[in-house]
């Protein structure tokens, strides 16, 4: 089902999270961070914003625990972050994937997880160990449905 | 009793800030510090849990009737008087009554001298079990032993909060600081990083407060019981998906000092309500 891209990593940080802990059963796709975006899709997925719309909505992201987002069915939407109403009109699917992948070559203090990695975390709760909390086709699914909210 | 709540008569420290240079050797800054340098101040003044609770939680906790804490005050006054072990004594046989531990809560954690170690309330509680009663230590968590540290607790509400943080509570004191600001779980996260840097804010309905424990051990509504401090700790770490330490662990008792001591001068809520 995955597809590993072996592409050349120039920087650093990019390197790091992509090298692989246990090879053949990597849970991390290989991805490729330029200036302030990854732009290519991560193992070359498509998107679906149906659920990605319900991954944002759920415990799954719990994107909602620190923004504010237009999905009314939920009663509390928390404020750590930017209400993330429009950001399909300001952000960029590259930049969202970055975001979401590695957001702290953003903000080296930001409260934001990284969805999408499994190493360099201390004390991971048994059931979550070695697991991203969104594996590749739900970041994918996820900026589908972001590039939605204009 | 004085400080269960009540906002509008709260003693409050005087803190003395650390002057400079120029007052480097003289006695300096904090309660409960005595060195040469001092520990980084917290950036804000400490408040309470209680500010930052929903109305509905502040009148439970205010409401001397509908409290459900001082269920576990009343249990624990019974046993302090409750003789046990083989010479028949009970709390009340040495310490007399209870508010001979006026103050004291407002003082843990705290080195034992005998075992050259930070202990907290509830391991404080426990070394009388063994070392003066002569009885089996009462589990951790436990019901009778949150009823104790609830009740001694009690006799220092409105007390200002102020451990020491010298002589051999410093390396507990930086171990706690350590953890305090490091990113632990799937979430990747610091206490620092929430109760500094993000107070006030919502986390879903939750409004962030300092984590201060003034209010400790303090009953939550949400597990319908009262709970000590490491508990506490226990919970946000397993909401930030991280392995949550043992209850009573050398770690956890570091971050109960370092987080008392950010609190100094705040006063004990006791028995808080939370939700």
């Avoid at chain 1, 802990?21 to 991390?28: E, K, L, M, N, V």
């Avoid at chain 1, 504010?68 to 930049?95: C, K, M």
């Avoid at chain 2, 004291?104 to 034992?112: C, E, G, L, W």
């Avoid at chain 2, 070394?127 to 002569?134: I, K, P, Q, S």
Wanted: charge should be neutral; proline fraction near 9%; aromatic fraction near 6%.
């Amino acid at each position: 089902m995955r597809m590993i891209l072996a592409v050349w990593l120039p920087a650093a940080v990019a390197l790091a999270a992509a090298v692989p802990s246990t090879a053949g059963s990597d849970p991390i796709a290989i991805y490729q961070i330029v200036g302030d975006a990854i732009p290519a899709p991560l193992d070359d997925l498509d998107g679906d914003p149906v659920r990605g719309r319900a991954i944002v909505a759920g415990r799954k992201g719990n994107c909602l625990a620190c923004h504010e987002a237009p999905i009314p069915e939920e009663p509390f939407h928390g404020n750590l972050g930017p209400p993330l109403d429009g950001i399909g009109s300001r952000a960029s699917s590259g930049a969202l994937r970055l975001r979401l992948v590695a957001p702290r070559t953003l903000n080296p203090d930001t409260v934001m997880p990284a969805f999408h990695q499994v190493e360099g975390l201390r004390r991971v709760l048994a059931p979550h160990r070695g697991s991203p909390i969104l594996a590749a086709q739900e970041i994918e699914d996820v900026i589908a449905y972001l590039l939605t909210l204009r | 009793m004085a400080g269960n709540g009540t906002n509008a008569v709260r003693p409050r420290l005087k803190r003395l800030r650390w002057l400079g240079p120029a007052m480097m050797g003289a006695v300096v800054g904090w309660p409960g510090w005595v060195g040469s340098e001092p520990p980084e101040l917290p950036p804000f003044s400490p408040r309470s849990g209680y500010e930052f609770a929903r109305p509905e939680t502040r009148a439970i906790q205010d409401d001397e009737f509908a409290n459900p804490g001082l269920f576990w005050i009343e249990r624990g006054a019974e046993l302090w008087r409750s003789p046990a072990g083989p010479g028949e004594r009970s709390c009340h046989s040495c310490h007399g009554a209870a508010t001979a531990m006026a103050g004291t809560a407002a003082t843990y954690p705290k080195i034992d001298e005998v075992v050259a170690r930070l202990v907290n309330l509830e391991q404080r509680i426990n070394l009388c079990r063994t070392r003066h009663v002569g009885a089996e230590p009462y589990p951790l968590e436990s019901d009778p032993l949150l009823s104790l540290s609830a009740y001694v607790t009690r006799q220092s509400a409105g007390e200002p909060l102020r451990v020491r943080i010298d002589g051999r509570a410093r390396e507990w004191f930086e171990r706690g600081r350590e953890l305090y600001r490091e990113r632990v779980g799937q979430m990747n996260v610091a206490c620092t990083q929430c109760h500094d840097q993000r107070v006030g804010h919502l986390l879903r309905a939750e409004r962030i407060s300092q984590g201060q424990i003034n209010g400790f051990p303090a009953y939550l509504l949400r597990w319908g019981t009262v709970s000590s401090v490491h508990r506490r700790f226990q919970f946000c770490n397993e909401q930030a998906r991280a392995e949550p330490l043992p209850i009573g662990s050398d770690d956890y008792n570091a971050l109960q000092l370092y987080v008392a001591w950010r609190g100094t001068g705040l006063v004990v809520e006791a028995p808080a309500v939370r939700r």
